[in-house]
């Protein structure tokens, strides 16, 4: 008997230990093929401590050198490493080294947005006949979800593999009227590194149990030269659009889709975002800059190549595919150095820019832009790549 218990004991402390080794908290996935390819490296620490819990931070490094950390709270890119032209990594996304800095008002850094992304108009939309009041915190519009919309809560996790790719899987229940939204909303988002390509592709799937509205993005903030290394006007951006939305001076669609020829806003071909950026245009005069969405040339409903932006100075190229009809680019207009980034640098006006994926800012008050409404029979799913190699 006392053999048996000694044989017990040791067999449970070893699958503690092994347990204890599984990447993800909330313990080993079981979505597919868990076992961790050896050229990858995965690693997750604690990172302080939220309202709702613990948050942790996530590593995934790739064979190719690219690296990305993730944490939980918000699922938000807290950095993300790639290559130059001389095989030199730096982090190329702007935010912070703690935790209390992404509870603490900030700029959206490196976050999950939802449950709409962008503004609707007067914080206000009204669905099957009935009208929704929303939190606003955008002058009289919703921006982002509201005030602790995604970007302030904290999402369970899952170790996730895949043919070619690994990497984290989060959710979270947006329960019924969260911010004003109707409906119960169940949430994925997943995060994937590919193994042997220099690519981060983001997976957003949701369901309700009633009708409501889904517009779900990221909103990493990009310096090829490295966060915190000087403004982004040099970066030359194309976006694949022959069509933007022109806003009001509340930054909200005015419905009408302008064609991009002979204005600021042509970027079919490669442009140093700085080229125009200055001109005296009133759209540009709105946003400080640009803050606009950008209608797709689309063939199809797949994921289609739509924007890159090359970074001179590192060599440093990211290509972004979708499969949205819209994309929102902002320069970084508001950043004034305020926000003290890592390392102690200030975050200086147009130091970042963002290129977010999604549907058209304000669509629910816009009859004539595609839909967001999401309804218990259906599920919403869009993806997006960030894909990054020199040249």
């Known amino acids: 008997m006392l053999k048996l218990f000694a044989f017990m004991k040791t067999t ?24 961790k390819p050896p050229e990858m490296s995965a690693a997750v620490s604690d990172y ?46 702007l935010g912070f080294d703690k935790l209390q800095d992404y509870q603490n008002d900030h700029p959206y850094f490196g976050a999950i947005i939802g449950r709409y992304g962008n503004r609707i108009a007067k914080g206000k939309f009204t669905l099957d006949g009935q009208e929704y009041a929303l939190a606003t915190n955008n002058g009289p519009n919703t921006l982002h979800g509201g005030p602790t919309g995604f970007h302030k809560h904290l999402w369970q996790t899952t170790e996730i593999h895949r043919e070619g790719y690994t990497g984290l899987e989060l959710s979270r229940l947006s329960q019924d009227m969260e911010e004003g939204y109707p409906g119960n909303l169940q949430v994925t988002v997943r995060y994937l590194l590919g193994i042997d390509s220099n690519e981060l592709l983001i997976e957003y799937e949701a369901t309700t149990d009633k009708p409501t509205i889904v517009n779900l993005t990221n909103h990493a903030y990009f310096n090829l030269k490295g966060a915190g290394q000087g403004d982004i006007l040099s970066h030359e951006l194309m976006i694949a659009a022959d069509r933007f939305t022109p806003v009001d001076s509340t930054l909200i669609p005015t419905g009408v889709l302008q064609a991009v020829e002979a ?21 540009l005069g709105f946003g400080g800059g640009y803050d606009h969405n950008f209608v797709l040339n689309r063939k199809g409903m797949g994921m289609e190549l739509i924007a890159s932006v090359y970074e001179p100075a590192s060599g ?29 640098v200030p975050y200086r006006h147009r130091s970042g820019f963002c290129l977010e ?16 409404v999401l309804r218990p029979d259906e599920r919403y799913t869009t993806s997006t790549v960030y894909r990054f190699s020199v040249k």
């Open 357 to 372: 994926t999604q549907h058209y800012p304000d669509s629910p008050n816009q009859p004539s832009f595609p839909s967001t």
């Open 48 to 93: 302080g401590q939220t309202a709702e819990g613990p948050a942790k931070l996530y590593t995934l490094k790739n064979k190719t050198g690219m690296q990305v950390e993730i944490t939980n709270y918000g699922g938000i890119i807290t950095r993300l490493s790639v290559p130059d032209k001389n095989g030199q990594s730096a982090d190329v996304v």
């Open 263 to 283: 204005t600021p806003f042509d970027f079919r071909t490669p442009t140093a975002i700085g080229a125009r950026i200055n001109a005296a245009d009133e759209q």
């Open 12 to 35: 449970a402390r070893i699958l503690s230990v092994l347990l204890a080794a599984c990447f993800i908290h909330t313990g080993c996935s079981n979505s597919g093929n868990t076992s």
């Open 316 to 344: 440093r190229f990211m290509e972004v595919l979708t499969t949205e009809p819209g994309i929102q680019f902002y320069s970084g207009n508001f950043l004034d150095g305020s926000n003290i980034g890592k390392g102690g």
